[in-house]
């Protein structure tokens, strides 16, 4: 049976992008969220967080420009906007625990159906595994997002009753947005809020193994 | 005073012994002091404990002490991807690693450098990094206890010092290097240039002389990747 097409990374980054709101403080972690910055809705100004100590960050610099003591959290040289300021890491995580962001948008490998999120180690790993920052904001944002596939590449979703991988967080995820869905954790369980383009709410429990509270009509994501 | 600044990087680091406690400021390839370490790596100090956000970038930042075994202990927040050489020795039981949430590291340094002796935090909560720890409920929350990290050394990179050592540093080349001078008992900083004592305005100064007591001057060196 081939699958209906999901939608692909950067869709997934360009809808979470949806979820930006003007003047907002946003931290963007590694993996698809790193990609939101691209797919910003035209005028929008947000201002982004770096947590080694930037607010304000701006587009990544051409060939050229670079300047390696500007950096963001994947090593990337990269600009300031018109505002920007530069404080040390305590600051910068200051700001992710203690509830002065507005959004965080992190990767994920599991999100629970009570918004526990795992997403720094796969068990049986190899090495030491790494957690940097994840875990400060996680704790603290005013709203956490979770950009990541629906499913693993062999098929089991990521969505589950509990994890069982090594957590990053309890209770910490507000919303999720996969190539299948966006879905919000309520103090009811999941709600399913809107759905990938041909997909039907019960194509999208199936792929699910948390229940999923579906109200009325769920509309399709909408990607321009 | 004592005159703070010294000639050489060697003569920087002479003293520190085998078994210190280091802290390494730098973050994603900015603001690592790569000059201290390869002196203290030339030096072949050996056993130390490394407090530093991550293991190196290949022989780069603090690659080079673990590929030549100087390592038994690190504490960070994220070895990184290109920390091979902390990775093999990991592998193999030869040092040890305790990994912490990167803001609760930084808060466990300026626990120390504040002089109290520990906090209570959400971070890690019902994760592996609660374990062994102290659990209570405060205003209705789960949080654990976390405790100061020491360290007898910090090196740490700077733009300018002042003779006295009031530093400056260089946009997101600051990340932990402030954090670290505060917290160890000797700081010693390679800044890119040094300035006499009143060409950093007072109100400039990031980290004030009080807490440095070393200084040597060296031209900034990065690792690519």
């Known amino acids: 049976m081939t699958e209906k097409a999901r939608l692909t990374r950067e869709q997934i980054a360009q809808r979470a992008a949806q979820e930006l709101y003007e003047g907002a403080y946003v931290n963007l972690g590694w993996g698809i969220p790193n990609l939101i910055a691209d797919y910003l809705p035209k005028g929008l100004t947000v201002y982004f967080h770096s947590e080694n100590g930037i607010l304000g960050m701006g587009r990544r610099a051409k060939p050229g420009e670079e300047d390696f003591d500007l950096v963001d959290a994947m090593k990337v040289p990269v600009t300031l906007i018109p505002g920007a300021s530069i404080f040390h890491q305590a600051d910068a995580h200051l700001m992710t625990r203690g509830g002065h962001l507005d959004i965080a948008v992190l990767g994920g490998f599991q999100v629970s159906e009570k918004g526990d999120l795992a997403n720094w180690k796969i068990p049986g790993s190899k090495g030491s595994g790494g957690i940097g920052g994840a875990m400060d904001i996680a704790s603290g944002s005013k709203k956490l997002i979770v950009c990541m596939e629906h499913n693993t590449k062999e098929g089991a979703p990521k969505i589950v009753k509990t994890c069982n991988y090594p957590l990053t967080g309890l209770e910490c995820v507000d919303t999720i947005v996969t190539d299948l869905a966006v879905i919000d954790v309520t103090p009811e369980g999941l709600a399913l809020r809107e759905i990938a383009p041909g997909w039907t709410p019960e194509e999208v429990q199936t792929r699910t193994e948390a229940k999923l509270i579906v109200r009325n009509r769920v509309p399709e994501m909408k990607l321009v | ?225």
């Open chain 2, 1 to 225: 005073m004592k005159p703070k600044i010294v000639s050489s990087l060697d003569s920087a680091i002479a003293d520190i012994p085998d078994g210190a406690r280091i802290m390494f400021g730098g973050f994603g390839g900015a603001g690592f002091p790569n000059n201290l370490i390869q002196a203290l790596s030339k030096k072949g100090v050996k056993n130390i404990t490394a407090i530093s956000n991550n293991c190196g970038t290949r022989e780069g930042e603090l690659g080079v002490m673990f590929k030549n075994d100087q390592v038994k202990h690190v504490i960070c927040s994220f070895p990184g991807p290109h920390a091979n050489y902390f990775q093999e020795r990991f592998a193999k039981g030869e040092v040890t690693c305790e990994l912490v949430p990167q803001g609760i590291l930084c808060e466990r340094m300026r626990t120390a450098a504040a002089g109290l002796l520990g906090f209570y935090t959400t971070v890690g909560v019902g994760t592996e990094v609660a374990i062994g720890k102290e659990e209570r409920v405060l205003d209705g929350e789960r949080c654990i206890l976390e405790l100061p990290i020491h360290a007898d050394y910090a090196l740490i990179k700077a733009q300018k010092a002042d003779e006295l050592g009031n530093l400056t540093y260089r946009l997101a080349a600051r990340n932990f290097n402030p954090i670290m001078a505060k917290a160890a008992k000797f700081t010693i900083v390679e800044a890119e240039e040094i300035v006499p004592v009143g060409a950093i305005s007072p109100e400039d100064v990031i980290t004030p002389a009080i807490f440095v007591h070393r200084i040597v001057h060296a031209k900034g060196m990065r690792f690519a990747g």
